[in-house]
């Protein structure tokens, strides 16, 4: 069995799921399917830009389990262009997108690289240089938001038994490109349902609102959205305030739904199906295959990160 995403976009601010009605599967734009089949396109963040609609995913195919950052433009609901955003030797994906003083940075999940690297926009959408380390861990998902003149981290870490999908941690700085501090805490949070970080986190009526993913009884469930009620460098506590679920949303894609993201005009989601098929273990035997041959790295160089 294998998992299969998709991903969709509402031309509505953010904040607009804290409405009665929520999400809505009849003002969904969905991506289409990818041309392959063992590839799927998940975790969506993106931006409005030169009157384009730009989504960055991670991109994700089977026969080399490693993600990278694409990205497709839409001109309203007309898709007009796709193409690579970001590849490295590593495995990508959550491209997290942050605007701070005029520029556009991304903060991708690389937690195999051992750190979690900063990048800025050189050229958009398929420019992204790194520029900075803000943690010397593998944070998994990060999130970031700046609230009461601080910037806030929200992230995961890998370990034994999932620990990546039960534990919150924080932390902080008084500048995007830190120095980062983290929290007194740490782990703020602990349990499979609402730990892990699954989108934007913005402010509403005064408050950080974090969506997580739920991660029981698989991996990517549902969405849960916390809102942060106590958020300080040594305290922190928060409620559930909604809960989000695939139902409905798209048919064959009930049975997960793992990140909510967006801005003060757009809204990104994605929903999962599970998969069976007799080619599974085909692909697998390619996989492994191809890495003894050392094929499944990137297929171009990667830029050193800048000092």
Not at 31 to 56: M, N
Not at 89 to 94: A, C, D, G, V
Not at 196 to 213: E, I, K, N, S, Y
Not at 289 to 297: A, E, K, Q, Y
Request: overall charge negative; some cysteine; proline content about 8%.
């Amino acid at each position: 069995m294998f998992d299969d995403w998709r991903v969709g976009f509402i031309r509505r601010p953010l904040s607009h799921v804290l409405d009665e009605t929520g999400l809505g599967e009849d003002s969904i734009v969905w991506l289409p399917p990818r041309p392959r089949s063992f590839q799927f396109i998940a975790d969506p963040f993106g931006v409005e830009r030169d009157g384009l609609t730009t989504v960055f995913f991670e991109h994700f195919d089977y026969r080399v389990r490693r993600g990278e950052i694409h990205y497709a433009q839409y001109d309203g609901d007309r898709l007009v262009r796709e193409g690579e955003a970001l590849i490295e030797p590593f495995h990508l994906s959550y491209p997290s997108l942050i605007e701070n003083d005029g520029e556009l940075y991304m903060l991708p999940e690389g937690h195999k690289s051992g750190l979690l690297t900063l990048y800025r926009c050189e050229r958009f959408p398929d420019r992204w240089a790194p520029v900075r380390r803000l943690l010397d861990v593998p944070a998994i998902d990060a999130t970031v938001v700046q609230h009461d003149g601080l910037w806030w981290m929200f992230y995961a870490l890998p370990g034994p038994d999932d620990r990546a999908m039960r534990e919150l941690h924080v932390a902080w700085a008084p500048r995007l490109d830190g120095p980062w501090t983290p929290h007194a805490a740490n782990p703020v949070r602990a349990d499979f349902l609402s730990s892990r970080p699954g989108g934007t986190a913005f402010v509403h009526d005064g408050a950080v609102h974090l969506p997580v993913q739920e991660c029981r009884p698989t991996y990517g469930a549902a969405v849960r959205l916390l809102r942060i009620d106590e958020l300080t460098p040594d305290d922190f506590s928060a409620v559930e305030v909604r809960r989000f679920t695939p139902d409905g949303l798209l048919t064959g894609y009930s049975d997960g739904l793992h990140t909510l993201s967006g801005d003060d005009r757009l809204t990104f989601i994605d929903v999962k199906g599970l998969r069976r098929s007799p080619a599974e273990g085909g692909v697998r035997t390619l996989y492994k295959m191809r890495r003894l041959l050392g094929l499944n790295g990137p297929r171009r160089p990667v830029a050193p990160l800048a000092a």
